[in-house]
């Protein structure tokens, strides 16, 4: 039975994250010499939960399942925030521009989508940190980021009315994302 890598994101409109996307090449500039595998900006995303390879039968029933959601709201409103480092700045893995949410829709979703992908055989990762991934760091050739590194980020309001399971097609040249399905909040 094939095995499809699949993830659950919240994707932004064409015309969202403006300013991020206006910054992004002097981010890239400020870290050159590291050796980041940068993302392209119309691949931006906030991954909600990663679900690794899933067998095909289950794609099917995993969407009817999140299409069942029913929701008290309609959007999911976030604010850009700074830009960051995961774990942290010793020894990044990721670059992401950090969100701030107004209110606590997303935690919500999170917590729904956490206990439905159990019924698939699919254990929840750590703690949601709302963030969009701008790159990835080589691991073997990672290294300190200098602590004076800073880059202010204008907080840009992003807001979301949906959300989608998403199948990732890794590549040489990057990932290819497809959205399987949509969801929207409102029905």
Request: net charge neutral; with cysteine; glycine share 4%.
């Amino acid at each position: 039975m094939p095995k499809f890598r699949l993830f659950i994101s919240l994707n932004p409109e064409s015309g969202d994250l403006v300013h991020l996307k206006d910054v992004f090449p002097e981010i890239k500039k400020d870290l050159e010499s590291y050796p980041v595998k940068w993302i392209e900006p119309d691949k931006f995303h906030m991954t909600l939960r990663f679900l690794g390879d899933v067998d095909e039968q289950n794609i099917e029933p995993l969407a009817c399942t999140l299409d069942r959601l029913k929701f008290d709201f309609e959007l999911i409103e976030f604010s850009t925030d700074k830009i960051g480092f995961f774990p942290d700045n010793r020894y990044p893995n990721v670059i992401y521009a950090g969100l701030l949410e107004k209110g606590s829709s997303a935690e919500q979703l999170v917590s729904f989508i956490d206990r439905i992908i159990l019924n698939f055989g699919v254990k929840p990762e750590k703690r949601f940190v709302p963030h969009i991934t701008l790159g990835r760091f080589s691991r073997d050739k990672r290294k300190k980021i200098e602590p004076e590194f800073s880059f202010p980020l204008k907080p840009e309001n992003v807001i979301f009315r949906s959300f989608s399971l998403m199948k990732s097609s890794l590549r040489p040249e990057g990932p290819v994302y497809e959205e399987l399905y949509k969801f929207n909040f409102l029905k």
